[in-house]
Each structure stands twice: as C-alpha cells, then as structure tokens.
C-alpha cells in the first residue's frame, strides 16, 4: 500500500467515523489553520526579504492544498514543502516556517502507508534545519531543536495511523465475531427445531401408521397407537413451550437435562422398541452439558426407532471421572435407508451439539449393529 492508500485514507474517513477516526473535514480544517497561524506567524515576527516571504507563502498553500485536494501526490506535496521551507529561511528569516516541515512530517507519518517512503521523507525533512544552518549566515540557530521537532512528530503521526488500522481491524473483528453468533445461534435453534418438531413428529406418524394397518381387523390396537400418538404430541409440546421459553429468557428451566433421558427411553419404548437404559456416576453436570447429552440421546433413540425397531437397544450413561459419557448401541437387524435427495441432519447435528459442549462423538456400525458413543467434559 504506498502513495494511494494515503490518498484514500483522508478520502475514506467518512466511511471510518464509526471505528473512532476523525472527519476528513476535521483533517483539513485543522491543516489549513495550522498552516495560516504558521504563515502569519512567520511573516509577522520575522518577516525577511520579499523572496523569503513568498518561498514562505508558498509551503504555507501546499499543505492545505493536499488536503482539501487528496489526489495530489503527497510525496511530491511534502517534498515541495521541504525546498520551499529551505529557501524561504536561508536567510535566517522567517525561521517558523519549519514548522510546517514539522506538519508536513506529521502528514507523512499518518497518512503514508509505504514504510521505506515514510523513513525517506522524514530523513529527508530532518536534513532541512541542517541545510539551513549551512547556508544561513554564521549566527545563532538551533538545527538540533528543529531536528527533534520534525522526527517526534513524524512519529506521532506514525502511531496514530497504527492506531487507527488497529480500531479498524477491531471493528472488522466485531463484525465477524458478531456474524459468526448469528450463525451460530441459527444452528442452534435448527437443531433446537429438529429435535423437537422431528422427533415429535417422527413420533406421532410412527403411532398413526400403526393405528391405521390395524384400524379395522384390532380397534383396541389402533386406539392404543393414538393414544401413544397424543402422548407424544403433547410432550413435544410441553418441551418445545419449554425451549421457547429458554429462548426468551422466560422462567421454566431448561428443555431438557440428563434426568429427561429417562423419559426419552420411555417414550420409545412406549412406540415398540426393545430398550434398557443404564445410568451411573452422581457428578454435578452443568445445564449446558445436560441439554447436550439429552438432545444426542434423543436423536440417536429417534434413529434406532426409524433404522433399528426389530433390534436390542442399548442406553448406557455415566457421569464420572470429570466427563459424562453417552453410548448408545443397537444390536440386530438394521433397516437400509433408500436414497433419497432429502437433506440429513441427525449424526450433523448430534456431532455439532457435542463439539460446541467442547466434547466430541463417534457413530457407526459394529458388529451386529449400530453404536453411538459421546463422551462430553464437565468443565
């Protein structure tokens, strides 16, 4: 980035406002007084042959004029700067106009984006009170305070662009982290949403279908596979008032916990899956954790009532050694799924809810079946 970043640096202020740069007007304002007060400065207290005055006249309009015109080139800008400011005081008149050198090296710090040309034109601004005092007459003049004055402004200027590309990179930064939470939060309510409308739904058209194969040759059945239809349903949306609940910030606890995974094994085995469920370990779980683990036990249920009904299912929890562990294993005859294009997000989400507990999960076939093992820290 050299000469045009610097240009598009003072242009693009307005664009920047927010991540705490000044006004562009602000900028050009404060040059074009700075530069005025100078001039007059210069030309009232220690005016010097007419020739001095205009060499003088003329740095005082070139910084102003870079600013309020930006696509001049600053380096030839400041460099005229330079040669006007050396003539206009070798005479050892009009001494105040190397303050405008000074200006003219806070310019390049702050808006000169090329390193090597930045150094080059604060030397070159630096070597202007030397060149004075060599062609100025033998008296009084103190090169080495003008010397300071141009290089610790220069660097002002240096830690004030870097101050302002880092408020910018901070800006960027929020930017992203805050699209990175909606994104995140629209996976979690998808998963929320999966979990909870699916399996519910899932659910409820397992139990009608039953009830209509055997609607007209087992009435008892069929009213039994609604019944089981009902119950499901409403639990589905008992839990799902809960998350919304969750969600909002209302009071009802959280949706789900390891406690509610009992009754998930229940609700299966209620729609005709052979299931046991063994828990141990008594280790405090944070909530965060809990829901996790409930919402893969849920799925990986769900799953073994669509892909395993025929088969031995097996839920083994334990909450122990600084980790809650979760395996789930389906043993018997498995059902192929045909291929469909519809999208599959179950082992996606199952994954995702336990990398984002800072966990992680495995799940595929074994011998005889199917198994799905997580194991989730609790710290």
Not at 230 to 245: F, H, K, N, V
Not at 261 to 269: D, F, H, K, L, Y
Not at 362 to 369: D, L
Request: aromatic share 4%; hydrophobic share 50%; proline share 6%.
């Amino acid at each position: 980035m050299g000469q045009t970043a610097g240009v598009d640096r003072l242009g693009g202020l307005n664009a920047a406002d927010e991540g705490g740069l000044p006004e562009p007007g602000l900028v050009r304002v404060g040059v074009t007084v700075l530069a005025a007060g100078v001039g007059v400065l210069a030309l009232t207290t220690d005016p010097g042959t007419a020739a001095d005055a205009a060499w003088a006249l003329v740095a005082v309009v070139l910084l102003p004029l870079w600013v309020w015109l930006p696509q001049l080139p600053l380096r030839l800008v400041v460099v005229a700067v330079l040669v006007a400011a050396v003539l206009a005081t070798r005479g050892g008149d009009v001494e105040p106009t190397l303050f405008l050198v000074s200006t003219a090296a806070v310019l390049v710090g702050w808006f000169e984006w090329s390193t090597a040309w930045s150094v080059g034109l604060v030397v070159l601004a630096a070597l202007c009170p030397l060149v004075v005092r060599v062609l100025m007459p033998p008296e009084g003049f103190s090169q080495w305070i003008w010397v300071l004055g141009i290089v610790f402004p220069w660097l002002l200027g240096v830690l004030a662009r870097q101050q302002f590309a880092l408020a910018h990179r901070l800006q960027d930064a929020r930017a992203e982290l805050a699209e990175q939470a909606v994104a995140g939060e629209r996976q979690r309510i998808a998963r929320d949403v999966h979990d909870l409308v699916g399996h519910g739904l899932a659910a409820v058209l397992l139990q009608i279908t039953s009830a209509r194969h055997v609607l007209r040759r087992d009435p008892d059945a069929a009213d039994e596979a609604l019944a089981a239809a009902e119950t499901a349903g409403r639990s589905s949306m008992a839990e799902l008032r809960r998350t919304m609940a969750l969600l909002r910030d209302e009071p009802g606890g959280p949706a789900a916990d390891l406690d509610g995974i009992a009754e998930v094994v229940r609700s299966v085995r209620e729609q005709g899956l052979r299931v046991r469920y063994e828990r141990s370990g008594e280790a405090p779980v944070p909530d965060g954790v809990g829901i996790a683990v409930h919402r893969i036990a849920q799925e990986a249920l769900a799953n073994a009532v669509r892909h395993a009904p025929d088969a031995e299912t097996a839920v083994v929890l334990t909450a122990e050694d600084g980790a809650v562990k979760l395996t789930v294993t389906s043993l018997g005859p498995l059902r192929v799924r045909e291929r469909d294009e519809r999208p599959r997000y179950g082992l996606v989400g199952m994954r995702e809810r336990a990398e984002v507990a800072g966990g992680e999960l495995s799940a595929g076939p074994v011998a005889g079946g199917w198994e799905v093992r997580c194991r989730v820290p609790l710290t």
